[in-house]
């Protein structure tokens, strides 16, 4: 089996399979750990080497390398399942492994914790304007009205886009510290959103517009992607803050420079770009500089409980497919019928 891309296996800036102890516990002696090619300072997960180590592989599992029809027909018939390592399926390409018949899955539910937490520090830290804070007063200056005054979140609004298991933790944790919650889901029933306390309103812009401060955890679909674009900006409050822990292509980050220039939302606290790096991308420059914006990379899912889980997860799942046991297996992508 090919592990393309795993976090978990650089040590010291380099892949060290020594590290592999839970997936070798799990999986036993039978089964070859193969991991994809590494330069000392990231995962080739498109170069040629790549397709050589998938040679001939019975599984593999993803982490941030896209499925390509280049890297299935490396590995040959003989693959029997795809994993994503994580929740995000949007690298896996789920219409192509269908079309091949190729079973999938993901880790949908091993990071509610750690994402929830890190959307309610990102927004806690914009709402009392800690980052413009603690500038201040390491550059040398005392100041409390530095960043601005802030406002009760008491008698604030909470927006939370998509309702799935993280919105809907986000909305037990971080809806306690507000007046009001909002959501908007589709997919989801008011009464399922009565039930945490909160009211659903039937369009984004409804929600943009009533909202002190917007939270996302929608999935990324053809109709979510740049889902926050200069358009769904301007319907924002001017002291609204926008919070993206889900993902990167949810944001447009043009109109998201222009919405902050122009003062159409107060800040923005963002753990995911895309690119993933969002250096490597010049349109997320004059965001990454901007004051009133507070930036992680990409680390909302991170924990040594979380990773733990996940890895573990990961490898059950592939044991449980070469052994044929896949009914009743949470995190299915493709259809149920899908599988040679």
């Not at 089996?1 to 799990?26: F, Q």
């Not at 190729?102 to 929830?116: G, K, T």
């Amino acid at each position: 089996m090919l592990y393309t891309d795993p976090p978990w296996l650089v040590e010291d800036g380099r892949p060290d399979p020594a590290l592999a102890t839970v997936e070798r516990d799990v999986l036993g002696p039978d089964v070859e750990l193969v991991f994809g090619p590494h330069d000392g300072t990231k995962y080739l997960t498109t170069d040629a080497q790549m397709l050589e180590r998938a040679a001939g592989i019975d599984v593999l599992v993803v982490y941030r390398t896209q499925v390509t029809e280049e890297l299935l027909d490396a590995a040959g018939k003989g693959l029997k399942v795809v994993v994503r390592q994580g929740v995000g399926v949007d690298n896996l390409n789920a219409a192509l492994l269908t079309d091949r018949g190729l079973p999938a899955y993901n880790v949908p539910d091993y990071c509610v914790d750690e994402v929830s937490t890190h959307t309610a520090a990102l927004a806690l830290a914009l709402e009392r304007q800690v980052v413009p804070q603690h500038r201040t007063l390491v550059g040398g200056t005392f100041d409390i009205y530095a960043g601005g005054t802030p406002h009760r979140t008491n008698r604030r609004t909470l927006g939370i886009v998509g309702f799935g298991r993280i919105g809907r933790a986000v909305a037990r944790r971080l809806g306690a510290f507000y007046g009001r919650v909002l959501v908007h889901d589709p997919y989801v029933g008011r009464d399922l959103a009565e039930g945490y306390g909160a009211l659903a309103v039937d369009t984004l812009e409804e929600l943009l517009a009533q909202s002190d401060l917007v939270t996302l955890h929608c999935p990324l679909t053809p109709e979510t992607e740049s889902l926050i674009d200069e358009a769904a900006l301007r319907h924002m409050r001017p002291g609204a803050y926008l919070v993206n822990a889900a993902r990167g292509r949810l944001v447009d980050p043009e109109g998201l420079h222009r919405a902050l220039d122009g003062g159409w939302i107060a800040g923005a606290g963002l753990d995911v770009f895309s690119p993933e790096n969002p250096h490597q991308d010049p349109r997320w420059h004059p965001v990454l500089a901007h004051p009133s914006v507070v930036v992680t990379s990409h680390r909302a899912f991170l924990s040594e409980e979380a990773e733990a889980s996940s890895r573990r997860r990961v490898a059950e799942l592939v044991r449980a497919a070469l052994e044929g046991r896949t009914h009743g297996l949470v995190g299915r992508v493709t259809p149920a019928d899908s599988g040679r």
